[in-house]
T-cell receptor, first 113, second 111 residues
Framework: GAVVSQHPSRVICKSGTSVKIECRSLDFQATTMFWYRQFPKQSLMLMATSNEGSKATYEQGVEKDKFLINHASLTLSTLTVTSAHPEDSSFYIC?????????FGSGTQLSVL | ELKVEQNPLFLSMQEGKNYTIYCNYSTTSDRLYWYRQDPGKSLESLFVLLSNGAVKQEGRLMASLDTKARLSTLHITAAVHDLSATYFCAVDPNSGYALNFGKGTSLLVTP
């Protein structure tokens, strides 16, 4: 079946640095990918919809200058958390659709010190 | 604003017992999803319900959808410890695969 690969699975960084998270569709093309954030013991919140070849669509309250999304190819979307702060520490998950089925990445645990 | 409400949020049940988790949503949606999440892990797809009256079963779990009532249920039959996890329902209000999740039901099955 289709697989969505997310990397890295875990990252620890210092406050003020930037972190890039990759989401790849391994055996299918995805013109649209979705990025979610999950704080501990909370639900998943949609952050943005990543569109290949065009700007991402951000949900209300999500800072587009802080969470940069690039979808430069049909198999790769990246989320860059710029100038990360401890409050950005969270579990980030991407997803993509193929043939009306949704596939989720394995998630990235970001810890900002 | 779309609301997806799950209840209960926490559930402790004994092995062998039955229980139902409820998911209410506030707007029309073509698709209703159920996922399982283990601690520190991503989501495992359980069911996708696409039409009114849809019922799907896998092992000890059965999901149903009533689009008129905007209600989905996840029924657990004869629970076992391995079912301990957090269960999320999610709706797709714009039919574009961007999901709105419920808060999740944290299930603990005890001996």
């Amino acid at each position: 079946g289709a697989v969505v690969s997310q990397h890295p699975s875990r990252v620890i960084c210092k406050s003020g640095t930037s972190v890039k998270i990759e989401c790849r569709s391994l055996d299918f093309q995805a013109t649209t990918m979705f990025w979610y954030r999950q704080f501990p013991k909370q639900s998943l919140m949609l952050m943005a919809t990543s569109n290949e070849g065009s700007k991402a669509t951000y949900e209300q309250g999500v800072e587009k200058d802080k969470f940069l999304i690039n979808h430069a190819s049909l198999t790769l979307s990246t989320l860059t958390v710029t100038s990360a702060h401890p409050e950005d520490s969270s579990f980030y998950i991407c997803s993509a659709e193929q043939n009306e089925k949704l596939f989720f990445g394995s998630g990235t645990q970001l810890s900002v010190l | 604003e779309l609301k997806v409400e799950q209840n209960p949020l926490f559930l402790s049940m004994q092995e062998g017992k039955n229980y139902t988790i409820y998911c209410n949503y506030s707007t029309t949606s073509d698709r209703l999803y159920w996922y399982r999440q283990d601690p520190g892990k991503s989501l495992e797809s359980l069911f996708v319900l696409l039409s009114n009256g849809a019922v799907k079963q896998e092992g000890r779990l059965m999901a149903s959808l009533d689009t008129k009532a905007r209600l989905s249920t996840l029924h657990i039959t004869a629970a076992v410890h391995d079912l301990s996890a957090t269960y999320f329902c999610a709706v797709d209000p714009n039919s574009g695969y961007a999901l709105n999740f419920g808060k999740g039901t944290s299930l603990l099955v005890t001996p």
